[in-house]
């Protein structure tokens, strides 16, 4: 069974950083675009950021550009978001994503979601 389970949510006042991490298993993401996303509360799902099977390519929404890093280690099936300078309007449940088609959070056919991690950023 395929599994994407998100982890290092939680509750963060503005200008705080925090690190997700995604962990799979069941299969593996190595050579797959992997993403996040999040949904913030009354609104649909948005992309986040995106990173190649290598790690040398990535690709941010406009909203988090310039604050978050997206990274991975594949040893450990684990992709990660670290997001700086936090504000209240990145109040969202983050999910994983892959195998994404592109970097800019496209999909086709089979992907997996994570069931998300609460960030909750008060002013």
């Known amino acids: 069974q395929v599994q994407l389970v998100e982890s290092g949510g939680g509750l963060v006042q503005s200008g705080g950083s925090l690190k997700l991490s995604c962990t799979a298993s069941g299969r593996d993401f190595s050579s797959y675009v992997m993403g996040w996303f999040r949904q913030a509360p009354g609104k649909d799902r948005e992309f986040v950021a995106a990173i190649t099977w290598d790690g040398k390519n990535t690709n941010y929404d406009d909203s988090v550009e310039g604050r978050a890093t997206i990274s991975r280690d594949n040893a450990k099936n684990t992709v990660y978001l670290q997001v700086n300078s936090l504000k209240p309007e990145d109040t969202a449940v983050y999910y994983c994503?892959?195998?994404?088609?592109?970097?800019?959070?496209?999909?086709?056919?089979?992907?997996?979601w994570g069931k998300g991690t609460l960030v909750t950023v008060s002013s």
């Open positions: 994503s892959g195998p994404l088609t592109t970097l800019m959070g496209d999909y086709f056919g089979t992907v997996y």
